[in-house]
């Protein structure tokens, strides 16, 4: 039966302890002379990107070509493609390649979940607009344990645009999972309302910043917002911005990437040795080694990592 990942929301703990086991275990591959395993010799990956990308589309190529998978990159300009048919026939012809996985990034939320309507391949959600993105919360996790040694306990503050956000659904949902208090912390026009419903609670301003042990900074994601919904960003940066001044000299600094430096994060955080951004980047790539293996490698059915839900487009 074909598995694929949408959502963290039908992952375990126990699946998402699995998940980073098999990432710890690649990480010895990753930091090898010859950095390749034959563990997905003669399987296709096909990743298929209608948004722009760096990290994510990087590190996907990265792990199925350590893990000795073929690789078919397929970048979609957004202006020319147009949402429903023409993804679904691009999505018909590629799989007429026969692929066993199609990583598939989208700015249409639930897209993800209804190409894999269209191939028989497994389905990665590398982004579906403002829904989710498991892959980086699972790598945020990955990240998280060993720099902490676990979440069980841990505060962690999500600071910036909560709204347009799917990194911000997809860790919300991981990181309480694995046991972490989870706080989002934004203007009021980008906390969307009901939030507190995921089971995290909102501040409006930084004042109990200090409480955090992980402060988790989102960037303005402006290519979603068709109103403004902060005065300016120089007035966003004045109020929410995280900088020397703010973080604590303890707490462990994140963000997804692309950073924006000077707006939710000032120069010198970034740069700064509380700031794990570039462990993201590496836990990118074993954390979807172990992800590509798990759907790949013929695990179980009842194994399986999530079931499709009906479409939804937003
Ligand atoms: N790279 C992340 C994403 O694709 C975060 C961002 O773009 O701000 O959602």
Redesign the pocket.
Known sequence: MTRHLISIEDLERDDIERILERAEAFSEVTDRHIKKVPALRGRTVLNLFYEA?T??RSSFELAAKRLSADVVNFAASGSSVEKGESLKDTVLTLAAHSPDAVVVRTPWAGAATMVTNWTDAAVVNA?DGKHE?PT?ALLDVFTLKQKLGGLDGRSIWIVGDVAH???ARSNILAFQKMGAKVTVCGPPTLIPRGIEALGCEVQYDLTRLRDADVVYA??M?NERMHDAYVPSLREYAARYQINGRRLGPRQVLMH???VNRGVELSGEVVDSPQAVITMQVKAGVVVRMAVLYELLSGAPADDRVTSPEEPQLA
């Open positions: 990308s990290r994510t982004g993105h980086q956000s799917r990194v989102l960037r994601q997804p990437g692309p």
